[in-house]
């Protein structure tokens, strides 16, 4: 599925519809310049499961933990200098109910779930305007229900 997304709001809004199909387990890769608003979809999800802090790309630390019901684990290997996320964790937290949402999937060195729902964002224009498009990919059967559920949402003109 592919969408045009005009606003940071928009994107929140996108974000709160994935919110309402994930559960324990999911596993959501976002990839995409820095800058196109994978943490902004992040934030969309994490405000819509509830959680009303802080949603900032765990640029230093690599992951942050929203405590919410399921606990979103919040992943961005963009500064991971080795491709070792082994110290982390991320088998474990990958293994536990939580649902992960993970920024630069492709910079670790371990395999991660084949089975995920995509999401590539870029720019529509060559600059740092609002309009984004977002690319949505399903692998494996419960992503594709996910997905479908989805396109439902954006197609009834929920927004
Ligand atoms: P990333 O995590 O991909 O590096 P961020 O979500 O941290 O990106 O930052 C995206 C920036 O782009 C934010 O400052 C946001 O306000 C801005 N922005 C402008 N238009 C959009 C849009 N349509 N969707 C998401 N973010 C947008
Ligand atoms: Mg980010």
Not at 17 to 26: G, T, V
Not at 32 to 49: D, F, P, Q
Not at 92 to 121: C, F, H, M
């Amino acid at each position: 599925m592919d969408l045009i997304i005009n606003s940071e709001e928009e994107m929140l809004a996108l974000g709160k519809h994935m919110a309402s199909l994930l559960e324990a387990d999911d596993v959501v890769y976002l990839m995409g310049e820095l800058g196109v608003g994978k943490t902004t979809l992040v934030r969309g999800i994490a405000r819509a499961r509830g959680y009303n802090g802080r949603v900032t790309s765990p640029t230093f630390t690599l992951m942050n933990i929203y405590e919410v019901d399921p606990p979103l684990y919040h992943f961005d290997f963009y500064r991971l200098e080795t491709g070792d996320t082994f110290d982390l964790g991320l088998e474990d937290y990958l293994e536990r109910k939580g649902i992960s949402l993970i920024e630069w999937p492709n910079l670790t060195d371990q395999s991660l779930p084949a089975e995920a729902l995509l999401v590539t964002i870029s720019l529509l224009y060559d600059d740092y305007e609002l309009a984004r498009c977002v690319q949505i990919t399903a692998r494996g059967a419960k992503y594709e229900k996910k997905l479908e559920g989805l396109m439902q949402f954006v197609h009834s003109g929920h927004r």
